[in-house]
């Protein structure tokens, strides 16, 4: 318990004033006939308290130098002026200089060793100095002149135990509890210091004695519950634990105790019971629920039985706090590990509707409403965080595609742009945005600002199989430089070998330069790695076999490629002339 010190100016005033003896002050210009009964200032005694008053009116109007400046002239003017020393000292230790703080609290306290507020202020700062013996050596003082102080009593006690003198700061404390008898923050205290010297049996029997002074306060049987059960004692932790769920069986924080208690015995079922409970509690803060629940994040990784406990504790906390943002943030992380992204997106979207000003919970919005392909939901959302997060460039890019997706090539070009000149120094982000601008340009029939964007996306991974196998592919479809779309395509089929869409962009790519053997060994590879129901392949598979004079097996394909449907526009005149048409 420490002071804060501070002084009115007419307190200090009289102080100082005080300093003086038995002198009056008198009117200027007032006749005084009697000089040794009616004594007056001097011009010297007038200039110290002239400065020492400015002081305290500067100190008082905030104007810290200034007051520092006059009390040390005062102070120069009459060295015992002991008052002007304690200001100087309660100055300097609220500014944090210390050393100073020292040399003019050990002025005042030297200059009236009985005042106790120049006492109490050294004695503080030597112990924020280190000085433990000569801080002690005060507070053994201040004690025996004003035992009833308790704030004393608990700085002795801090000394003692800065000195790794345990025994001696329990001794002080029992000094204090002669005083004001069994007092819970007291008696809390040396339970901490008992804990500290390994003296078990001895914070028990704090605690009891706290439980026989307050035998209806439950949370005293839940520290005791604590002890016991961090020495193993279980029998006796239950006990304990159950006298207070007696006295108050809603109380949260006895619950939790109880629930941690459980969970250390890997009892997990009676622990989430009294969790549950804590949780259904408004008393219990949401930033001690949601700590929890982060815990059990971790604990219940690899266990689908906490994982639905998790859940369930995520619905109660709803429950409980249905205005907080915090708590259907969580629950949609909960949501989402589960791949229920439905509820992952319900619970975010919540969330946001109570707090639209965290940008991870936009994003995390964002991205589970592209992985349901809710590209109009994606758009909607993405466009109202814009306007909170103008230079977030992820949200552009969630737009541009999702514009691309619906087929509103123009629109996914303005975002795409805009988002693409917000990134700094991400190259990993600037070739997504290149990549998407080369598709979006090319559907706008804009083939050079398309092959360009391309380059560009290539220029920074060179790697990068999407944009290796799109940019082939629409070079494949132009009939231009195909001999680069090849050379593109056959590298990325090299890096993903079992990607039916890259088999079938390097086959259609041979076709296209009329190598129809290779092409049809691709377009087979394409259909094992999980295209048999793809159309597009299925009907590249007929073009093929046409080529190589197969009429019957180019039928077979092509009226494959029709029942699975999204076949092109010359399918069914393909079949029904049963001829290939280009």
Request: net charge negative; proline share 2%.
């Amino acid at each position: 318990m420490k002071q804060t010190f501070y002084i009115i100016l007419i307190v200090v005033a009289s102080i100082h004033v005080g300093c003086k003896g038995s002198k009056q002050v008198t009117s200027i210009g007032e006749d005084k006939t009697d000089k040794s009964e009616n004594p007056v200032f001097t011009k010297t005694d007038i200039d110290e308290n002239f400065y020492f008053l400015n002081a305290n009116k500067e100190k008082l109007l905030g104007n810290t130098e200034n007051a520092i400046r006059l009390f040390k002239k005062s102070l120069q003017i009459n060295p015992n002026n002991d008052a002007a020393a304690y200001e100087l000292s309660i100055i300097a230790y609220n500014m944090g200089d210390l050393q100073s703080a020292e040399v003019y609290g050990k002025k005042a306290y030297h200059l009236k060793p009985n005042n106790e507020w120049y006492a109490i202020l050294l004695a503080d700062v030597l112990q924020k100095n280190n000085k433990i013996d000569e801080a002690i050596k005060i507070y053994q003082s201040l004690i025996e002149k004003y035992p009833a102080r308790q704030d004393l009593y608990y700085d002795f006690a801090d000394c003692y135990l800065r000195k790794n003198k345990p025994k001696n700061a329990i001794d002080v404390y029992n000094k204090l509890e002669k005083v004001i008898g069994i007092d819970p923050e007291l008696s809390l205290q040396k339970e901490k210091v008992y804990i500290r010297m390994g003296e078990f049996s001895k914070a028990v029997d704090e605690i009891n004695k706290l439980i026989e002074a307050y035998p209806n306060e439950a949370r005293y049987y839940g520290i005791l519950g604590e002890l016991y059960s961090a020495n193993n004692m279980d029998t006796q932790a239950v006990d304990a634990y159950q006298k207070a769920l007696k006295i108050e069986p809603e109380n949260p924080y006895i619950n939790l105790s109880f629930a941690e208690y459980y969970r250390q015995k890997r009892d997990y079922d009676k622990s989430f019971l009294y969790l549950r409970t804590a949780f259904e509690s408004e008393e219990l803060d949401i930033d001690t629920k949601v700590k929890i629940l982060l815990n059990y994040y971790l604990i219940s990784e690899k266990s689908e039985e906490l994982r639905k406990k998790s859940i369930e504790l995520c619905d109660v906390l709803i429950k409980a706090h249905p205005n907080e943002a915090k708590v259907y943030s969580i629950s949609g992380d909960f949501y989402y590990r589960e791949n229920d992204l439905n509820k992952a997106k319900e619970n975010y979207q919540k969330a946001i509707e109570l707090d639209k000003s965290k940008f991870v919970l936009w994003n995390q919005l964002l991205a589970i409403e592209f992985e349901l392909q809710k590209y109009e939901d994606v758009i909607k959302h993405g466009n109202e965080a814009v306007e909170l997060f103008p230079n977030e460039p992820g949200i552009y890019l969630f737009l541009g595609i999702s514009y691309l997706q619906l087929k509103k090539p123009e629109e996914a070009i303005k975002v795409l742009l805009q988002g693409k000149n917000m990134i700094i120094d991400n190259k990993t982000l600037s070739a997504q945005f290149y990549a998407n601008l080369g598709d979006a340009y090319y559907r706008t029939k804009q083939m050079a600002e398309s092959d360009q964007a391309y380059e560009e996306a290539l220029k920074i991974n060179p790697n990068d199989t999407y944009v290796l196998n799109n940019y082939a592919y629409y070079l494949s479809l132009r009939k231009e430089n195909l001999e680069k779309a090849e050379e593109m395509s056959k590298k990325s089929n090299e890096i993903d070998r079992d990607n039916s869409s890259y088999n079938d962009t390097y086959g259609w790519i041979l076709y296209t330069m009329g190598k129809y053997d290779e092409a049809r060994e691709w377009i087979a590879k394409a259909i094992e790695n999980g295209a048999q129901s793809n159309a597009v392949i299925l009907e590249h598979m007929g073009d093929i076999m046409f080529k190589l004079n197969k009429i019957d097996e180019a039928m077979e394909y092509w009226g494959k490629a029709q029942k699975s449907g999204n076949g092109s526009s010359l399918l069914d005149r393909k079949i029904s002339e049963r001829r290939l048409i280009e």
